[in-house]
């Protein structure tokens, strides 16, 4: 009898981040569902929260547990240091226990947010790196890419992609930009979001009039960091006048967040605006995102995983569009027209396109219906090409003997 295969998760999971973890949901479901057999574990930022929440053992993604923190200190500047050349020995040993690891989905191979390249970009190197010395099979599945201009990130990034055995992407930009960085991809295919494979929850019917604004702590990506203060504090005073503009109309707004960094941009919009017709949601899953989404008549939202969630469910959506991957997710969706720049929020634009998407809100829902069925069946493939490519059939062919 043969041992169970053993299939490691890797990434920001754990930390708060909701979407991530909805990535890692998404094919722990697929795991049990094509590999019941299989032993796994997590590699991950957060290994209490991934422990308790789904039931398997995870390890601290860096030896040195400030990792994220600026180091202003000597002693911290030393223990990061250190912390890298432990988290090689480290991230090795743990790639050598399994058979298979997979990043699941989650912006892996962009820049899109503020990134030090000796964070998680150098994380991830270390893990393809140890997975084509050491035999294991390391998959990056439906993963976002962008271009990067930062030179050691960028390396960092191509080089990760390059030693991984199984690569995928959440749309074709990601793919492009892979190729653009010097990266065979005339192999890797592109399928959508893995959170889309998660199972949509019971909501009520909508609210009439309910509108779920999604907001994000932003300041812009990693080019932005000159301008970091002026980008956010236009963010933040456009979104306010929009929630200002509804509340006058006497509009309940939910606001919704996708990490816990976002919490101070929900507190300053509500201090602003100063009404009861505005809440916040308590989310603690992309399931509970879903159940939010589902109950609005229309959702306006920044982060990437709030848009998946009010798509998923089939309610109109406007994107605050931060980077080409929000982009890219309304265009296939069938909603690309329903755009506003993130970086230069102007209420009075807003308020104009939001307007036409609830005016064509009953053609948009059959839209969306009939694209989240393909997407359905797009997602069955990927999870069929993953099995094909990582958990091979056992060879049962009878051998002759002498």
Same mark, same amino acid.
């Given at each position: 009898?043969?041992?169970?295969?053993?299939?490691?998760? /890797?990434? !920001?999971?754990? *930390? @708060?981040? &909701?979407?991530?973890?909805?990535?890692?949901?998404?094919?722990? +479901?697929?795991? $049990?569902?094509?590999?019941?057999?299989?032993?796994?574990?997590?590699?991950?930022?957060?290994?209490?929260?991934?422990?308790?929440?789904?039931?398997i053992?995870?390890?601290?993604?860096?030896?040195?547990?400030?990792?994220?923190?600026?180091?202003?200190r000597?002693?911290?500047?030393?223990?990061?240091?250190?912390?890298?050349l432990?988290?090689?020995?480290?991230?090795?040993?743990?790639?050598?226990r399994?058979?298979?690891?997979?990043?699941?989905?989650?912006?892996v191979?962009?820049?899109?947010?503020?990134?030090?390249?000796?964070?998680?970009?150098?994380?991830? /190197?270390? !893990?393809?790196? *140890? @997975?084509? &010395?050491?035999?294991?099979?390391?998959?990056?599945?439906?993963? +976002?890419?962008? $271009?990067?201009?930062?030179?050691?990130?960028?390396?960092?990034?191509?080089?990760?992609?390059?030693?991984?055995?199984?690569?995928?992407?959440?749309?074709?930009?990601?793919?492009?930009?892979?190729?653009?960085?010097?990266?065979?991809?005339?192999?890797?295919?592109?399928?959508?979001?893995?959170a889309?494979?998660?199972?949509?929850?019971?909501?009520?019917?909508?609210?009439?009039?309910?509108?779920c604004?999604?907001?994000?702590?932003?300041?812009?990506?990693?080019?932005?960091?000159?301008?970091?203060?002026?980008?956010?504090?236009?963010?933040?005073?456009?979104?306010?006048?929009?929630?200002?503009a509804?509340?006058?109309?006497?509009?309940?707004?939910?606001?919704?967040?996708?990490?816990?960094?976002?919490?101070?941009?929900?507190?300053?919009?509500?201090a602003a605006?100063?009404?009861?017709?505005?809440?916040?949601?308590?989310?603690g899953?992309?399931a509970?995102?879903?159940?939010?989404?589902?109950?609005?008549?229309?959702?306006?939202?920044?982060?990437?995983?709030?848009?998946?969630?009010?798509?998923?469910?089939?309610?109109?959506?406007?994107?605050?569009?931060?980077?080409?991957?929000?982009?890219?997710?309304?265009?296939?969706?069938?909603?690309?027209?329903?755009?506003?720049?993130?970086?230069?929020?102007?209420?009075?634009?807003?308020?104009?396109?939001?307007?036409?998407?609830?005016?064509?809100?009953?053609?948009?829902?059959?839209?969306?219906?009939?694209r989240?069925?393909?997407?359905?069946?797009?997602?069955?493939?990927?999870?069929?090409?993953?099995?094909?490519?990582?958990?091979?059939?056992?060879d049962?062919?009878?051998r002759?003997t002498?």
């Amino acid at each position: 009898m043969s041992s169970p295969v053993r299939v490691g998760v /890797f990434g !920001l999971l754990g *930390s @708060g981040n &909701l979407g991530n973890d909805g990535s890692l949901e998404a094919v722990l +479901g697929y795991l $049990r569902d094509a590999h019941p057999d299989a032993v796994v574990d997590a590699l991950c930022g957060g290994p209490e929260a991934v422990t308790a929440r789904y039931g398997i053992p995870a390890t601290r993604l860096h030896w040195y547990r400030g990792e994220y923190r600026t180091a202003s200190r000597a002693g911290a500047i030393v223990g990061k240091g250190l912390g890298k050349l432990v988290d090689v020995f480290r991230t090795a040993a743990w790639v050598r226990r399994h058979d298979v690891v997979i990043v699941p989905g989650m912006g892996v191979l962009e820049a899109t947010l503020p990134l030090r390249p000796w964070g998680f970009p150098y994380a991830l /190197f270390l !893990l393809c790196a *140890s @997975g084509r &010395l050491l035999g294991t099979r390391v998959a990056l599945v439906s993963v +976002g890419a962008a $271009r990067i201009g930062n030179r050691s990130t960028r390396a960092l990034v191509r080089w990760s992609a390059r030693l991984a055995a199984y690569r995928s992407y959440r749309d074709e930009l990601s793919r492009d930009a892979m190729r653009a960085m010097g990266v065979d991809t005339a192999r890797d295919e592109v399928y959508p979001d893995l959170a889309f494979a998660l199972p949509t929850p019971d909501a009520p019917e909508p609210r009439p009039g309910a509108v779920c604004l999604g907001v994000m702590d932003f300041h812009g990506g990693d080019d932005d960091r000159a301008r970091a203060a002026e980008i956010h504090r236009r963010y933040l005073d456009g979104t306010t006048a929009f929630v200002r503009a509804l509340v006058a109309e006497g509009r309940p707004v939910r606001l919704l967040t996708g990490d816990g960094c976002d919490a101070p941009v929900v507190a300053a919009i509500r201090a602003a605006v100063d009404s009861p017709l505005v809440t916040a949601a308590e989310a603690g899953s992309l399931a509970d995102l879903m159940r939010e989404t589902a109950a609005a008549d229309t959702v306006v939202a920044t982060r990437y995983h709030n848009l998946v969630c009010a798509l998923k469910t089939g309610t109109p959506t406007l994107a605050l569009s931060y980077a080409a991957k929000s982009d890219a997710l309304m265009a296939r969706m069938g909603l690309a027209e329903f755009r506003h720049p993130a970086r230069e929020v102007d209420a009075d634009r807003l308020l104009e396109r939001f307007r036409e998407l609830e005016k064509r809100a009953p053609e948009l829902r059959r839209t969306l219906a009939e694209r989240n069925a393909a997407t359905t069946r797009h997602l069955e493939r990927q999870f069929a090409a993953l099995t094909a490519a990582l958990f091979p059939a056992p060879d049962t062919t009878p051998r002759e003997t002498s």
